[in-house]
């Protein structure tokens, strides 16, 4: 697995794990705490989780709340 794939997975199991509505920060929180290695390659991962429908918005607004898009869900 390539560098990107992993912090891509990685950032999706995070997303996963943080429930059913999620913020940014609260992703990059839990990332931080298991993986700081991959902090870097943290905006890559999620652009592409949000062009590829895996990650949508919930909740518009400040902060917005993101879900898992049903058809990734675990």
Known sequence: MNFPDE?????MATCRSAGAQFSV???IQKLSASRPDL???FPDA???LV???KVRI???GEPC???VSQGDVG
Request: charged share 45%.
């Open 39 to 41: 902090l870097h390659e």
């Open 65 to 67: 709340l993101y879900e």
């Open 58 to 60: 919930s909740r518009a």
């Open 25 to 27: 920060i609260s992703v």
């Open 51 to 53: 062009r590829e429908r």
């Open 46 to 48: 999620w652009d592409r």
């Open 7 to 11: 912090a891509k997975d990685c950032v």
